[in-house]
């Protein structure tokens, strides 16, 4: 069946005329019959009805109608599909990230989807939730992988579980607990990161009425665990971010276990890009299950 053809067909029992037809689509009225004698054909019987006043339909005609518009509606939908598919398949996803993710998630997640999508290119933009806010509102990233915080507005996505943990200095009293209590940093030196602004350390202290005491920030994680090997303070974090052992250092988990959600800010998934909502579905699929057995 010519879908071309049949959308002449519709526009012409849509416009009541062939003659109304062929001037709205540029077509001879000659045209425009041949178009529909073509399909009466095809089919085996009459659809349409000619007259002085126009056209009608035949009784087939009226039970034929409404499958030659679904047709319609079908390939429509079919064009719009492939059209995404072929973007889906070439193109480039800006994500932004927390530096521990993107060091320590992100290379496997990109080697794994790129096994399907092999010319899809990947830029990450690393920063601390500022940035990255900044980033989401200007538009210069398609979504960004953190951690959740109530006070954002965008749509959120939630995929993995990260345990908070305490790392302190070899020497230090609270080094030899197996748990650290959040009550227990009261008054003590902390070194925070994310410009001193690590909201995911405030709202933890926050919770047990503890008012942090910053004495010293930081951009980057690994600059505090470097001070905290020399005793400068205490770092509150959470486990992701912690790569290698660092020397002088001790890694405590709270009590009671304490946690942050991570996952996907972005503006609008029903507005993202086809090859983003690929790649958001392949994270969601990859991070199945570790939103439980905290």
Request: net charge negative; glycine share 6%; charged share 25%.
């Amino acid at each position: 069946m010519d879908i071309d053809k049949c959308r002449i067909l519709l526009e012409a029992v849509d416009c009541g005329s062939l003659s109304a037809a062929a001037s709205k689509l540029g077509y001879t009225t000659a045209g425009i019959s041949y178009n529909v004698d073509a399909i009466e054909n095809e089919l085996g019987f009459p659809i349409i009805k000619r007259g002085h006043s126009g056209i009608t339909l035949t009784s087939n005609g009226k039970k034929i109608l409404p499958l030659l518009r679904e047709l319609i509606q079908v390939e429509s939908k079919l064009e719009r599909r492939a059209l995404e598919l072929r973007k889906l398949f070439n193109g480039e996803i800006t994500v932004g990230a927390f530096s521990s993710i993107a060091k320590r998630l992100m290379p496997r997640i990109i080697a794994e989807f790129q096994k399907e999508y092999p010319d899809v290119s990947i830029k990450i933009n690393e920063g601390v939730l500022q940035e990255l806010e900044s980033l989401l509102n200007h538009n210069e990233v398609d979504f960004c992988f953190c951690s959740y915080h109530d006070q954002y507005k965008f749509q959120w996505i939630p995929l993995r579980y990260d345990p908070m943990v305490c790392v302190i200095p070899k020497d230090h009293p609270l080094a030899q607990q197996k748990e650290i209590e959040p009550v227990q940093l009261r008054n003590e030196p902390l070194i925070m990161p994310a410009y001193g602004k690590d909201l995911d350390v405030v709202e933890l202290l926050k919770r047990f009425d503890v008012e942090p005491n910053v004495k010293y920030s930081t951009v980057e994680t690994e600059t505090s665990f470097a001070m905290v090997a020399h005793g400068f303070g205490i770092v509150v974090t959470n486990e992701l971010t912690i790569g290698n052992e660092v020397k002088g250092t001790v890694v405590r988990p709270f009590k009671p276990r304490q946690h942050v959600v991570e996952g996907i800010y972005i503006d609008s998934l029903e507005d993202a890009s086809p090859l983003a909502k690929r790649l958001i579905k392949f994270l969601e699929n990859y991070f199945k299950g570790k939103m439980t057995n905290v």
